[in-house]
């Protein structure tokens, strides 16, 4: 049963590296994720959509630090943001972004 769980994940491994887009998109995702700052962000926006000054007061930083970084998230298509009147409120749409999220979680987060 093992030769073949692994022979099953050599293929699913080969399958991904002919898929150069998905490659590609997986790389700016864990690119824009490499800072403590944006695992932050990201982690408060996996339980839904925040306002800037929430982000800000949660975190402990400055607005200024906290746009910058989600410059970058959106940049990447990590999250995405609307307006509600004179706030912007920032958000995580795509469902594989949530799942890595919550795999960092898992994996760094708990004991």
């Known amino acids: 049963m093992g030769a073949r769980k692994r022979s099953s994940t050599n293929e699913d491994i080969f399958a991904l590296i002919g898929k150069a887009e998905n490659i ?7 690119q824009a994720m490499a800072h403590p700052i944006r695992i932050k962000v990201l982690c408060l926006l996996s339980s839904g959509a925040m306002p800037v000054q929430e982000i800000t007061e ?6 200024s630090n906290i746009s910058q970084h989600l410059g ?14 004179t706030r912007v409120f920032y958000f995580v749409e795509d469902p594989r972004i949530l799942k890595l999220i919550a795999l960092t979680r898992d994996v760094f987060c708990t004991i």
Not at 24 to 30: H, K, N, S, Y
Not at 72 to 85: H, Q
């Open 58 to 63: 949660a975190i402990g930083t400055t607005q």
């Open 24 to 30: 590609e998109e997986a790389a700016v995702a864990l």
């Open 72 to 85: 970058i998230l959106k940049a990447s298509g990590m999250i995405e943001s609307r307006r509600e009147g």
